[in-house]
């Protein structure tokens, strides 16, 4: 990536999208819709996507969500991201909070994007969202 450029992803850039889908959603707490990537977690199931790059630099970034279609508004959310078998940032976020996590692509071939509900008394369903996927040139 050249310094300044950004280019945005989308689930069919992933090598691996798992259980997410891809679609028209609204993030808790926001009053629009938008296409975002989308995976309904049940207790503590893990939703994972991946991402193959060639050598490049820049900032690989993630806006994170939960949608208002969840089952529960009680449902906490726990987004990963991991470069190259390493964890680089995890953040938890409940029902309208919005988060963004980032990591540094210097020498990094595949980034896994993942998200686990992490609710201690879980019994209904929460729907993570990933709102966002960029890479910003550095």
Do not use: H
């Amino acid at each position: 990536m050249t310094e300044g450029a950004q280019r945005t992803l989308v689930l069919a850039d992933a090598f691996s999208p798992g259980k997410w889908t891809e679609g028209s959603y609204q993030p808790a707490g926001t009053a629009t819709q938008l296409q975002a990537m989308a995976a309904k977690l049940y207790c503590s199931d893990v939703a994972v996507m991946e991402y193959r790059f060639a050598p490049t630099v820049g900032t690989f970034k993630v806006d994170v969500a939960q949608s208002m279609d969840s089952a529960t508004s009680d449902g906490t959310v726990e987004f990963s991201l991991v470069a190259d078998g390493r964890q680089r940032q995890t953040k938890s976020i409940k029902f309208k909070e919005r988060q963004q996590l980032d990591t540094d692509m210097a020498g990094v071939t595949v980034i896994k994007i993942s998200a686990t509900q992490t609710t201690s008394s879980c019994s209904n369903d929460v729907t993570a969202l990933v709102t966002n996927v960029s890479i910003a040139g550095s």
